[in-house]
């Protein structure tokens, strides 16, 4: 009978060892799971406050719909261009050869 009691303990001692085991294990995955919920609303914060700035967005849109007529007006070629500076030396008078 004593020997039965101590196979009972032993076993009931091995039976909380793994359930205590299960537990750490739970606490763990739950854990991960709190950190990537922290990283999530982080990066939603992040998502948040850049398009809260819809002004600077509204202004990119308008430099953006500038440009092409910007373009157009620039010349095809450095030959095209021609010089945009002007001498200051009397004896040039801003030409060039």
Same mark, same amino acid.
């Given at each position: 009978m004593e020997? @039965? *009691?101590?196979?009972?303990?032993?076993v009931?001692?091995?039976l909380l060892?793994?359930?205590?085991?299960?537990v750490f294990l739970v606490l763990r995955v739950l854990k991960q799971a709190r950190r @990537? *919920?922290?990283?999530?609303?982080?990066a939603a914060r992040g998502i948040v406050d850049n398009l809260a700035h819809?002004?600077?967005?509204?202004?990119l849109e308008l430099l953006a719909r500038q440009l092409p007529q910007a373009v157009?007006?620039?010349p095809r070629s450095a030959a095209a261009a021609g010089p945009r500076v002007s001498s200051s030396s009397p004896g040039i008078g801003g030409?060039?050869?």
């Open positions: 020997g @039965l *009691a101590w196979i009972g303990l032993v009931s001692w091995l060892v793994v359930l205590l085991k299960f @990537l *919920a922290q990283m999530s609303r982080d819809d002004e600077a967005f509204a202004e157009q007006g620039l030409r060039f050869s």
